[in-house]
């Protein structure tokens, strides 16, 4: 089972960025599709951005054109560059295989706190 490791969360001002990794302990090519998901305080998960072993990428309307999805397959690792970023992007960022086109997720890793002060 491949264990992730997110990393690169902090504290930054609204307009600020910050550019978050996911490690894998295994392969990512064989979790095919990968995506970052946020959770804020009393709010669902959410898919913010995918990106297919091919480099396809996909994202959420409330971040498109603000987040930028990458992935190293070789180095099993997966990035996520947030620029223009707004108090309501505070929320605990998790990377994950993207479902779908999955079918079920890998095990959950301890996330990184993203905070945006206004």
């Known amino acids: 089972q491949v264990q992730l490791v997110e990393s690169g969360g902090g504290l930054v001002q609204a307009g600020g960025s910050l550019t978050l990794s996911c490690a894998a302990s295994g392969s990512i090519f064989s979790l095919g599709a990968m995506g970052w998901y946020r959770q804020a305080p009393a709010k669902q998960r959410e898919l913010v951005a995918s990106i297919t072993r091919g480099g396809n990428t996909n994202y959420a309307d409330s971040v498109k054109g603000r987040f930028t999805i990458s992935r190293d397959n070789a180095k099993n690792t997966v990035y996520l560059q947030m620029n223009s970023l707004k108090p309501e992007d505070t929320a605990v960022y998790y990377c994950?295989?993207?479902?779908?086109?999955?079918?079920?997720?890998?095990?959950w890793g301890q996330g990184t706190q993203v905070t945006v002060s206004s």
């Open positions: 994950n295989a993207a479902v779908p086109p999955n079918r079920s997720f890998a095990t």
